[in-house]
C-alpha cells in the first residue's frame, strides 16, 4: 500500500477563507477544501474505495491542490480562462517560491511585466475584452471605458487618464486589429469601434448582461422590492440567451423528430468533461483573493 501525501496545515488558510467577503457557500466550500474534506481520490483512497488517482489524467494522487489547480486537464481550462502559466505552472517552480507567489492571477503578474494579455487578432472578442476591462479595473484606468468625465475632475487630468487606458488598450491590439481603429482617439470610441466590428451579438448580450449582473449594487434611497426586480430582470434575460446559445450550439444540424444515436451523446462527453474541469476555475479564482 502507497502512503498518502502528508497534507499541509489548514488552519491559517481556514481563517483566511472564513473571512472572505464572499457568498455563504463559497465559504462553506471553503471549509471543505481547507479540511480536505471533499472527497478527492486521495480521501476516497484513505478509506480504501479507490487507487486515489485522479480520475482525468490518471497519474497523480488526487489531491484538492491537484483538482483545481495542478491537473494538466484543469490546466487546460485555466489557461483560456486568463490564469496564466505562471499561475498554473507554480508547481515546477514552488520549491523556489513561496506560497505566496505560487498562486497569481494574471493581472496581477502582468504588472510585474511577466504575462501580458494575449494580443487581440480578431478571435474570440468577449473573452479579450472581458480581460482588458478587468486589466483597467486593476491598474484604476477604468473611467474613461465609460467615456464620463468624473466630477470635479479636470479637464487635463481626463484627458490625460483616457489616453493613458488608450494605449494600454492598444498594446493589446495585433497589427492588423490596430490598423482598423487608428483613428479611434479616446477610449470609449475605441471600445465603441471594436465592439462593432468583432463583437457576435449574442455573445455580447451574455457578456454585457453578466458584467450588469456583476455591478448590480442596491441603488441608494431604492426600495428591495426594486432591486430585486432589477436582479430577476437580468437574470431571466441572462438565463434566455444562454439557453438560446446553447440550444444553437448544441443541436447543430439536428432536424425535427429526428432520434439522437449513441454517437451524438458520445461526442458530447469531452465537452461535459471540460465543464466539470472549469468549475474549478471559480474556485481557483477563490484561491487567488486569498494568496494573492
Ligand atoms: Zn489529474
Same mark, same amino acid.
Given at each position: 500500500?502507497?502512503?498518502?501525501?502528508?497534507?499541509?496545515?489548514?488552519?491559517?488558510?481556514?481563517?483566511?477563507?472564513?473571512?472572505?467577503?464572499?457568498?455563504?457557500?463559497?465559504?462553506?466550500?471553503?471549509?471543505?477544501?481547507?479540511?480536505?474534506?471533499?472527497?478527492?481520490?486521495?480521501?476516497?483512497?484513505?478509506?480504501?474505495?479507490?487507487?486515489?488517482?485522479?480520475?482525468?489524467?490518471?497519474?497523480?494522487?488526487?489531491?484538492?491542490?491537484?483538482?483545481?489547480?495542478?491537473?494538466?486537464?484543469?490546466?487546460?481550462?485555466?489557461?483560456?480562462?486568463?490564469?496564466?502559466?505562471?499561475?498554473?505552472?507554480?508547481?515546477?517552480?514552488?520549491?523556489?517560491?513561496?506560497?505566496?507567489?505560487?498562486?497569481?492571477?494574471?493581472?496581477?503578474?502582468?504588472?510585474?511585466?511577466?504575462?501580458?494579455?494575449?494580443?487581440?487578432?480578431?478571435?474570440?472578442?468577449?473573452?479579450?475584452?472581458?480581460?482588458?476591462?478587468?486589466?483597467?479595473?486593476?491598474?484604476?484606468?477604468?473611467?474613461?471605458?465609460?467615456?464620463?468625465?468624473?466630477?470635479?475632475?479636470?479637464? /487635463? @487630468?481626463?484627458?490625460? &487618464?483616457? =489616453?493613458?487606458?488608450?494605449?494600454?488598450? $492598444? *498594446?493589446?491590439?495585433?497589427?492588423?486589429?490596430?490598423?482598423?481603429?487608428?483613428?479611434?482617439?479616446?477610449?470609449?470610441?475605441?471600445?465603441?469601434?471594436?465592439?462593432?466590428?468583432?463583437?457576435?451579438?449574442?455573445?455580447?448580450?451574455?457578456?454585457?448582461?453578466?458584467?450588469?449582473?456583476?455591478?448590480?449594487?442596491?441603488?441608494?434611497?431604492?426600495?428591495?422590492?426594486?432591486?430585486?426586480?432589477?436582479?430577476?430582470?437580468?437574470?431571466?434575460?441572462?438565463?434566455?440567451?444562454?439557453?438560446?446559445?446553447?440550444?444553437?450550439?448544441?443541436?447543430?444540424?439536428?432536424?425535427?423528430?429526428?432520434?439522437? /444515436? @449513441?454517437?451524438?451523446? &458520445?461526442? =458530447?462527453?469531452?465537452?461535459?468533461?471540460? $465543464? *466539470?474541469?472549469?468549475?474549478?476555475?471559480?474556485?481557483?479564482?477563490?484561491?487567488?483573493?486569498?494568496?494573492?
Amino acid at each position: 500500500m502507497r502512503p498518502p501525501t502528508p497534507v499541509p496545515p489548514v488552519s491559517s488558510l481556514w481563517l483566511t477563507l472564513s473571512r472572505l467577503p464572499t457568498l455563504p457557500k463559497i465559504r462553506m466550500f471553503g471549509w471543505w477544501l481547507a479540511h480536505e474534506a471533499l472527497p478527492t481520490g486521495r480521501c476516497v483512497f484513505l478509506v480504501g474505495l479507490s487507487d486515489g488517482f485522479c480520475p482525468l489524467c490518471g497519474t497523480i494522487e488526487e489531491t484538492v491542490l491537484h483538482v483545481l489547480r495542478d491537473c494538466d486537464d484543469v490546466q487546460f481550462n485555466l489557461n483560456p480562462a486568463g490564469f496564466t502559466p505562471h499561475v498554473t505552472h507554480g508547481r515546477q517552480n514552488c520549491q523556489k517560491r513561496s506560497k505566496r507567489s505560487q498562486i497569481r492571477v494574471g493581472a496581477m503578474a502582468a504588472d510585474e511585466g511577466k504575462v501580458k494579455i494575449e494580443k487581440f487578432d480578431g478571435a474570440d472578442f468577449g473573452f479579450w475584452k472581458m480581460q482588458i476591462e478587468d486589466f483597467l479595473y486593476q491598474k484604476n484606468l477604468y473611467q474613461p471605458l465609460s467615456g464620463k468625465q468624473p466630477e470635479g475632475m479636470k479637464d /487635463e @487630468d481626463w484627458a490625460l &487618464l483616457d =489616453r493613458q487606458a488608450l494605449g494600454v488598450i $492598444r *498594446l493589446t491590439l495585433s497589427r492588423n486589429v490596430a490598423f482598423n481603429i487608428a483613428k479611434e482617439k479616446t477610449t470609449a470610441g475605441l471600445m465603441a469601434a471594436l465592439s462593432s466590428m468583432y463583437e457576435k451579438p449574442s455573445a455580447s448580450n451574455k457578456v454585457h448582461l453578466m458584467r450588469r449582473l456583476f455591478n448590480l449594487r442596491m441603488a441608494e434611497g431604492a426600495s428591495v422590492a426594486q432591486h430585486l426586480n432589477e436582479l430577476n430582470t437580468i437574470t431571466t434575460q441572462y438565463a434566455s440567451e444562454g439557453i438560446k446559445a446553447a440550444c444553437d450550439w448544441a443541436y447543430k444540424g439536428v432536424e425535427q423528430e429526428s432520434v439522437l /444515436e @449513441d454517437d451524438y451523446f &458520445l461526442s =458530447r462527453i469531452p465537452i461535459v468533461h471540460r $465543464r *466539470l474541469a472549469q468549475g474549478g476555475v471559480r474556485l481557483a479564482a477563490t484561491l487567488n483573493r486569498i494568496f494573492g
